[in-house]
């Protein structure tokens, strides 16, 4: 199928055209049709797929088709959520980009930065506002937003908005929005809690899957490396030693240890960067913007900082910690081989991370080849010099415990006392 077959504007499609765009992908292919029959969407698909495009060009359309050209204050029509201000900013691009020529207006809005600039935009009247849910309840809290005018509702990345603690603020923001409304309500996976609040707040939704939550692009490599903890930003400088490898996205579970990492990595003469959510917007796209231009090879990343980055050709992930949750692990190796690319997934699992490796091996139903071949393998003296130092450590921390337990009953003994 083409997109001329999608039935869309001709401002529509010449913005397609100009992007390059010739085929939609299968969930565009699916959710747009349905979209413009005024349909609610609960949609399915792994990062990577087109899910933006998806909900984003049939919106403009049909907000297009019903402008009122003699309402100058212009209420919000269209509101789409999301978690992350990396994404945010991708839709906000992806929209201004599609709907060239149409006369709408879109407005981004975001904590981290000042409101001040966005609060202006937002009086000057808005068609669509793109927003995470932070920034927007607090300005709604504040009286600079209503939404009573909604006419379509996106809820994007609901899954990331779980992991990241917002489904308390959505509950709060869903009752501010009119009762008679279209919904496009996109995850790329579908827990319990999700998967309820989609039975709420959609009204015989159309459901589109695309390739199951498990699948990983044929087009990747997936390889493991069993190392010990200690000895993993070894590793990492190591692999890194092939200059072939001109840039690598590098996951950290932790925002501390992403920081750790990038500024181990700079003082082995590697450059790289850190994003992760207590980096300030400034910070977070000068980084990656240093990485998509090659000034930084290595970028490493939160997954919450993550989701949303879109970098075109990057060919090696690496996990340098093991995600607890096989489905992370997806997402994660999703950032490359894309758009029939080839890629490299790499992952270093310690001792500890066995039985997350047996539950993404579970998931994606295949072995990942062990590369056993490296200056660090998990030798017998290696595991026993591991466990005594793990003891030592505990030892250490029970002692520094009974310490201050000890230090607390005498304070108590002597305020007794008194």
Partial sequence: MKFTELGLLPEILDSVNQLGYTEPTPIQEQAIPLALDGRDLLGCAQTGTGKTAAFSIPLLQLLHQRKDSTNRNRPIKALILTPTRELAAQIAESIRDYGKGLGLRHVLIFGGVGQGPQVQRLREGVDILVATPGRLLDLMNQGHIRLDKVEFFVLDEADRMLDMGFIHDIKKILPKLPNKKQTFFFSATMPLAIADLAKNILHNPEYIKVDPVSSTADTIQQVVYHVL???????????????????????????????RLARLLDKAGISAAAIHGDKSQGARE??????????????????????????????????????????????????????????????????????????????????????????????????ADYKELQKSYEKSNQNRRSSNNNRRQGGGGRNKRR
Wanted: charge should be positive.
């Fill in 286 to 383: 000068r980084a990656l913007k240093e990485f998509k231009n090659g000034k930084k090879r290595v970028l490493v990343a939160t997954d919450i900082a993550a989701r949303g980055i879109d970098i075109e050709s990057l060919q090696y992930v690496l996990n340098y910690d093991l995600p607890n949750e096989p489905e992370t692990y997806v997402h994660r190796i999703g950032r490359t081989g894309r758009a029939g690319a080839s890629g490299l997934s790499i992952s270093l699992c310690d001792i500890d991370e066995l039985p997350y490796l047996k539950d993404i091996e579970k998931l994606v139903n295949k072995k990942i080849k062990v590369i056993s071949d490296h200056p660090f393998p998990i030798t017998d003296k290696a595991i």
């Fill in 229 to 259: 903890k200690p000895e993993k930003k070894n590793l990492l400088k190591h692999i890194l030693q092939d200059e072939s490898i001109t840039s690598m996205l590098v996951f950290s579970r932790t925002k501390r240890g992403a920081d």
